[in-house]
């Protein structure tokens, strides 16, 4: 058989069920708010495998065992922390945010501060954010393509954008939504039935341990080998990830989606629950990539374990197929979660952007979130043919960064304190925003930089979050006279359940 062959069926069957069950969903989607936030009617089991499907994306499918597979156990605490994340999420700001009736983190952060200011700085954090975390997604796809059906790089990520832009501008949230709770058990079947397959020829093979540069053992020591840096390293990872979940759009926009406060608690209870159970999978496959796919790891082909390690442990047309079914997995895991990012993009490029007057005419709701997905997804499209030499994995762990050092902070103390000012926010937002941005633009332009100034650079989280919460508190603290009248009042929403029968005056 043709090794293109199976590659080629998985892309085009997920690709038409992708868009058969966003043209299903279309009748659905009515209104603007149905195209923005579903209407708010999303129920917590539909709700929570939407997000399970947008959630796990490139660097889920892929990056986990790639890293597993070139550093070891210290890899593991990626999907431990984007776990996590979502159980911080639960604890501080699912249930208030949703009370909030925002449709966006701008809108939350001008009802929450009165200013259009912080308004403004938000769409830009939310804009720069999305494109971040949209970049490895059209990355893996232009890896898989090229692993599956020997593809140019540039087809991926034009397949997924034409997809994802019909799927998003069709249909909006609503539709979406569909579409991603099927592609979140696509990719847990296309992850466990070959788990399955591969776990059984390793058994078949006498269990060998995995090895790969220094023996046996090494490669399952967390810090093992990292010193003072692979301290930093771990630590500064873990606040990223169990932070910066909840400053991620793609994830905040998806508990608007629910109808109150304790549908959106029900709804994150669930995701753990999904998430827990998908994360077992991609380190069963670097570890099994330790034995079987070694070469990769030198080769700098790390990302594309998933995609080979079905053809080199099992021959015939058993391989192809289980290569066909990993093909079709992580192509959804990249139209899913391109789709979400899209959308919470477009809905704050179509508030405060595409949705503005020119030359005298002004945008509809829904011609102003179409356009705005066409900025979202065509930008970082375009960027992804040109920076394809960076790890997915590792630019998501970027962008999660930049999420926990500014809308982390924000969040936090929006809801739980009534001190934060206009100028506060502002100011943490300033410092968290060019810290870990200035960070990531180094890490993504050179590769030259060794020793202190490369770990800093390349995990800011560690010193990025704590600078930009200490600046809300403080400038805070010293325009406490700028505190917005209506706060107290807007925090009792957030913290209201909405059972109770408030008399407001």
């Known amino acids: 058989m043709n090794e293109a062959v199976p590659g080629v069926v998985a892309v085009i069957a997920v690709t038409v069920a992708t868009l058969a069950i966003s043209t299903w969903g279309l009748r659905f989607s009515r209104t603007t708010s149905d195209f923005f936030v579903a209407s708010r009617t999303v129920r917590p089991g539909l709700n929570a495998s939407a997000i399970g499907g947008e959630y796990l994306s490139a660097a889920s499918f892929l990056g986990i065992a790639g890293l597993v597979l070139t550093f070891g156990a210290d890899m593991l605490w990626y999907p431990v922390g984007w776990t996590a994340g979502?159980?911080?999420?639960?604890?501080?700001?699912?249930?208030?945010?949703?009370?909030?009736?925002?449709?966006?983190?701008?809108?939350?952060?001008?009802?929450?501060?009165?200013?259009?200011?912080?308004?403004?700085?938000?769409?830009?954090?939310?804009?720069?954010?999305?494109?971040?975390?949209?970049?490895p997604q059209f990355q893996g796809?232009?890896?898989?393509?090229?692993?599956?059906?020997?593809?140019?790089?540039?087809?991926?990520?034009?397949?997924?954008?034409?997809?994802?832009?019909?799927?998003?501008?069709?249909?909006?949230?609503?539709?979406?939504?569909?579409?991603?709770?099927?592609?979140?058990?696509?990719?847990?079947t296309a992850l466990l039935l070959p788990a399955?397959?591969?776990?059984?020829?390793?058994?078949?093979?006498?269990?060998?341990?995995?090895?790969?540069?220094?023996?046996?053992?090494?490669?399952?020591?967390?810090?093992?080998?990292?010193?003072?840096?692979?301290?930093?390293?771990?630590?500064?990872?873990?606040?990223?990830t169990f932070l910066g979940?909840?400053?991620?759009?793609?994830?905040?926009?998806?508990?608007?989606?629910?109808?109150?406060?304790?549908?959106?608690?029900?709804?994150?209870?669930?995701?753990?629950?999904?998430?827990?159970?998908?994360?077992?999978?991609?380190?069963?496959?670097?570890?099994?990539?330790?034995i079987y796919a070694a070469d990769l790891a030198a080769a700098g082909g790390s990302d594309v374990l998933i995609l080979e390690l079905p053809r080199l442990m099992v021959g015939g047309l058993l391989g192809e197929v289980l290569t066909g079914l990993v093909t079709a997995g992580a192509f959804?895991?990249?139209?899913?979660?391109?789709?979400?990012?899209?959308?919470?993009?477009?809905?704050?490029?179509?508030?405060?952007?595409?949705?503005?007057?020119?030359?005298?005419?002004?945008?509809?709701?829904?011609?102003?979130?179409?356009?705005?997905?066409?900025?979202?997804?065509?930008?970082?499209?375009?960027?992804?043919?040109?920076?394809?030499?960076?790890?997915?994995?590792?630019?998501?762990?970027?962008?999660?960064?930049?999420?926990?050092?500014?809308?982390?902070p924000l969040l936090l103390l929006g809801i739980w304190w009534r001190g934060l000012t206009p100028a506060g926010a502002i100011a943490g937002l300033a410092v968290g925003g060019l810290g870990s941005g200035l960070a990531v633009g180094w890490t993504l332009v050179t590769s030259g930089t060794t020793g202190w100034v490369a770990i800093l650079l390349g995990q800011p989280a560690a010193w990025s979050v704590p600078s930009a919460l200490a600046t809300m508190v403080v400038v805070s603290r010293l325009t406490r006279g700028s505190v917005p009248s209506h706060a107290g009042r807007f925090m009792v929403r957030l913290h209201t359940p909405e059972a109770v029968d408030l008399q407001r005056g």
């Open 86 to 135: 979502y159980l911080v999420l639960l604890v501080l700001v699912a249930a208030p945010l949703r009370r909030s009736g925002a449709y966006t983190l701008p809108d939350f952060a001008e009802a929450r501060l009165g200013s259009r200011g912080v308004r403004s700085l938000c769409s830009l954090l939310v804009v720069a954010i999305g494109w971040l975390y949209l970049l």
């Open 141 to 188: 796809a232009g890896l898989t393509l090229q692993a599956a059906i020997n593809a140019p790089p540039w087809v991926g990520p034009l397949v997924v954008s034409v997809v994802v832009l019909v799927n998003v501008g069709s249909g909006g949230m609503r539709s979406i939504t569909f579409v991603q709770a099927f592609q979140y058990w696509l990719k847990l």
């Open 196 to 240: 399955c397959v591969l776990l059984a020829i390793w058994a078949g093979d006498g269990a060998p341990n995995p090895t790969l540069g220094g023996g046996a053992d090494v490669w399952s020591y967390p810090l093992g080998d990292g010193g003072a840096q692979g301290l930093y390293v771990t630590y500064s990872l873990i606040v990223a």
């Open 245 to 290: 979940t909840m400053g991620l759009p793609h994830v905040v926009v998806r508990f608007y989606t629910n109808p109150d406060g304790r549908a959106a608690r029900r709804t994150t209870l669930v995701v753990l629950a999904l998430l827990g159970v998908f994360y077992l999978l991609p380190p069963i496959y670097g570890a099994l990539g330790r």
């Open 332 to 408: 959804a895991a990249f139209l899913s979660t391109s789709s979400g990012l899209a959308i919470a993009v477009a809905g704050v490029l179509s508030q405060d952007v595409t949705g503005r007057r020119v030359a005298g005419r002004r945008l509809s709701g829904v011609g102003a979130f179409r356009a705005g997905a066409a900025v979202a997804v065509v930008v970082p499209a375009l960027v992804s043919v040109s920076a394809s030499d960076v790890g997915v994995a590792q630019t998501v762990g970027l962008a999660f960064a930049v999420a926990a050092s500014t809308f982390c």
